[in-house]
């Protein structure tokens, strides 16, 4: 069920009148949800599965596609292989495909920190262009 009616009366529109802009924004913005079970430690193959969801996201005329949480490597907390975010695979892979389909993207994958040998847990926003917005 819709909360704007299909037909505005008087009273109607004076009272969704404030909300219009917000209602009018929500209406142009399509988020996609993407939704995956990653395999563990496999971000190739992980990469493959997104990389379709992304397409499908792209070909409905979404503006943003969020993938899970570590979507590369499923929940592990590994360090061995692990790379610094702007040089890992998984950074380039969502560069890449940001670009390829025009789409933003928002994912969340495991690297190692910059100023230490730890483990992090990050999120990215990448543009259409495949830049990151902020991490």
Do not use: C
Request: charged share 20%; net charge negative.
């Amino acid at each position: 069920m819709s909360a704007i009616p299909d037909k505005l009366d008087s009273e109607s529109f004076f009272i969704l009148l404030p909300l219009l802009p917000l209602i009018a924004y929500n209406l142009l913005m399509r988020i996609a949800l993407l939704q995956m079970a990653p395999a563990w430690e496999e971000p190739e193959r992980n990469h493959s599965v997104a990389r379709s969801l992304i397409s499908e996201a792209a070909r409905n005329n979404s503006d943003i596609a969020v993938l899970p949480e570590m979507f590369s490597t499923g929940f592990s907390f590994e360090l061995q292989g692990l790379e610094r975010p702007n040089e890992s695979s998984t950074h380039s892979f969502l560069s890449s495909v940001a670009k390829e389909f025009e789409v933003n993207l928002i994912a969340g994958f495991k690297a190692l920190s910059s100023d230490s040998e730890k483990g992090l847990n990050i999120a990215r926003a990448y543009s259409r262009k495949g830049k990151v917005h902020s991490t």
